[in-house]
T-cell receptor, first 114, second 112 residues
């Protein structure tokens, strides 16, 4: 088995601030994902990466940057935090792409903007 | 429009009872379906996947897929308090890496 570790668990920042969330996985999976979970809106894909140094935009990428410098890690940056984007951010990984492969999620990081 | 739609939004089930959750897709490109469960304060965990028409049973959980109508269901037999959670239906296309598309979820509450 493996584990996905997200840090920090809670990230508190001010409006307009640049904030970064980190994710590490020890599954040795190729593909990693960042999702945003808002209450009542399900999970929406922000960015994904099919291999080291690869980045692909999801439906919700505006206002975010991502970085995949190592196979095991994937970080997400909120470029200018806004109060309406307080949500839980979920990192996931899969052995290949999502076509037929299960995604494994971390526990989530909650963003609070003051 | 939501590509994966779930019903009901919430469901209360007596302990020992049967919970039935439904999911319909509007995108005929979706070939693979999953049910995920999320307890409060945790990340979603995959319960089961279903890729072929018919039933798939894992313990107390049975999923059913009808590809012609793009309808997936999940039935939880002998519901336990630990089954109280948010359940998501998720789907993906053949040959695409770009993540799963999730429904908005069904909240299940099991009462004694």
């Amino acid at each position: 088995g493996g584990i996905i570790t997200q840090t920090p668990k809670f990230l508190i920042g001010q409006e307009g601030q640049k904030l970064t969330l980190k994710c590490q996985q020890n599954f040795n999976h190729d593909t990693m994902y960042w999702y945003r979970q808002d209450s009542g809106k399900g999970l929406r894909l922000i960015y994904y990466s099919i291999t080291e140094n690869d980045l692909q935009k999801g439906d919700l990428s505006e206002g975010y940057d991502a970085s995949r410098e190592k196979k095991s890690s994937f970080s997400l940056t909120v470029t200018s935090a806004q109060k309406n984007e307080m949500a839980v951010f979920l990192c996931a990984s899969s052995i290949g792409g999502s076509s037929g492969n299960t995604l494994y999620f971390g526990e989530g990081s909650r963003l609070i903007v003051v | 429009q939501q590509k994966v739609q779930q019903s009901p939004e919430s469901l209360s089930v007596p302990e020992g009872g049967m919970a039935s959750l439904n999911c319909t897709s509007s995108d005929r490109n979706f070939q693979y379906f999953w049910w995920y469960r999320q307890h409060s304060g945790e990340g979603p965990k995959a319960l089961m996947s279903i890729f072929s028409d018919g039933d798939k049973k894992e313990g107390r959980f049975t999923a059913h897929l009808n590809k012609a109508s793009l309808h997936v269901s999940l039935h939880i037999r002998d519901s336990q308090p630990s089954d109280s959670a948010l359940y998501f239906c998720a789907a993906s296309e053949f040959g695409y890496a770009q993540g799963l598309t999730f429904g908005l979820g069904t909240r299940v509450s099991v009462f004694p």
